[in-house]
């Protein structure tokens, strides 16, 4: 009896003892070969997602500069207006943009002193191969990305090349291999930083379990199972929580990058607009004072009036990149609705588009930046009209506003083609179209979107009634007070027939 007595805890001390340290030996194992395994998906991860935001940027360029010159704009200028939008970054950046001509002369660069040099002499390893080659020779290739070599042969730079059609220039797009680097480091530390206390707690919970085991047999086996599923569970859980994460964190920064290259380009288009607009302006008001006709004064005015409005969406282009508040003032609902839709009302009736209009009588006043909120109506009516371009027999865009005790609610629909099912959740993305290449930016609905937000309200879309396009969006009533307002004149008939 005293020899079992003391057979039986040494035998249970043996059994943790044994099951800490095969414990142990398996959790470093699976440690160090999982994280090894998931530490290089990271970094392909990273490295592809890097090549991906080249690309994207070097493509966005590439569609700027052939927009430009269908435009109008000769290579001087292109190339004046492309500098002076990079020239702001620094060399110290980690993403950069040049042009480079075929021959190897540097065309636009963020350093003023690198113009004019050659690259001839860059020493390049495309990717996906093991050779060197020169700039001249990888023009000439048919690999888009290289990195680029230093004078010792190690790679500094991942580059992405986009040829420029009509013009004999190359956009190189590069990116810093130390950023890129520095980036999986800090989340390489992030994982082990995590995997080690995971481990170790793998390691205590599992010798626990083990004793449990070792004391309670059968029965203590059974709980011990419900207990490892119930883990096991909560654990695939936290992990698919982790990955929709990460899936969430790779679109907001691509997102961020495609909002940041439109911010400069933006920025430094906008500047070169803002000055003729403003000469426009002047030169209109000037002109309006001189003249005695009443039509010739009403014209001139006119001009005046969508010379400012230029200027307006100019700058409400730049709020979107920069995600700017609103600039709040009072306007009447059906001021606001008529004002946008006289702006497009010829082009309905020069494609035989039938407007109907049906306005609430309250005509609350709305507190808002009715720039904005015109450009929503205005965008709308002119996707649906565009979508209506092909339709044969009757063509009609309905425009109505409703009120509730809390909001407005205008709603804008057509008897067009409407939408697919497979793209009514990403209309109102950024760069998102269903236009032809060349017909559209994509910013259409998210500007709707980002402005509708902005004033606290909502948009939607589903199948109108009509047969088409139907999209809803609410405003939240900041005033009550009734009235017409002036731009009521504007339009006079509830409906413009065809023609």
Known sequence: MFSQGVREPLKATKLTAI?????????ILIGAIGGAILLNRVRQSYHDLEIETNQRQGDRVAMLFEYLANDGMGEKEILSLFQKTIASTSGTMNRFICIIS????VLCHPSDAALGNSAKNMVLNPLGTKKRTDYSSWVRSEYDEAYLLSADGKPYD?????????FSWQILVHTRLNAIEGQVHQIQRTIIMGLVPMLAAFVLVGTFVARIIGRRYEAAIEESNRELEAHVTDRTRELSRTVEELQQTRSALVLNEKMALLGQLVAGIAHEINNPLGAISIHAQTLEEDLKDEEDQAAVRTINQSAQRCSHLVTNLLAFARNSPPRREGHTTNEIINTALAFCAADLRQHSISLRKNLTDSNPVLEVDRIQIEQVILNLVTNAAQALSARDG?????????????????????NGPGLSQDIEESIFEPFHTTKEEGSGTGLGLSLCRRFIEHHGGSISYEASDLGGAKFQFNLPKENANGGNGHADALFGEERIEKG
């Open 394 to 414: 009757e063509r009609v865009v309905s425009v109505s506003s409703e009120t509730d005790e809390s909001h407005v609610v205008v709603t804008v629909e057509d």
């Open 19 to 27: 099951t800490f340290i095969a414990l142990t030996i398996v959790s």
């Open 158 to 166: 991942l580059i992405h090349r986009v040829p420029v059609q009509n």
């Open 102 to 105: 075929d021959e190897g002369e």
